[in-house]
């Protein structure tokens, strides 16, 4: 599966932006779908998730109140929703998928899109 991100770009602290992420060349039903971030000079962490019908979904402790995941299985897009952003949120966000686990490890996905950069300014 081919993994497509956008909707990133500068936002002020409090803002909100909508990332999407579109899946071609596979059954996107099949795929547990998550988000992860790299902050520059740190490593890449999972910031959501969510199962194959979108039905279950988690996030790191770090975003639950603020971030929301979801998925449209008819358009084959996931989405993150972020509210309330803060300079600590700013990072480049990439989607990842995979098929057997809804796991938080980066290196149980093996399906992973361009990752689109998120600036949030103070």
């Known amino acids: 599966v081919q993994l497509q991100a956008s909707g990133g770009g500068l936002v002020q602290a409090g803002g909100s932006l909508r990332l999407s992420c579109a899946a071609s060349?596979?059954?996107?039903?099949?795929?547990?779908m998550t988000w992860f971030r790299q902050a520059p000079g740190k490593e890449r962490e999972f910031v959501a998730g969510?199962?194959?019908?979108?039905?279950?979904?988690y996030s790191a402790d770090s975003v639950k109140g603020r971030f929301t995941i979801s998925r449209d299985n008819v358009k084959n897009t996931v989405y993150l929703q972020m509210n309330s952003l803060k300079p600590e949120d700013t990072a480049v966000y990439y989607c990842?998928?995979?098929?057997?686990?809804?796991?938080?490890?980066?290196?149980?996905?093996?399906?992973w899109g361009q990752g689109t950069l998120v600036t949030v300014s103070s």
């Open positions: 060349g596979g059954t996107f039903s099949r795929y547990i």
């Open positions: 990842a998928a995979n098929d057997f686990s809804m796991g938080r490890n980066r290196y149980d996905y093996h399906y």
């Open positions: 969510i199962n194959w019908s979108g039905g279950s979904a």
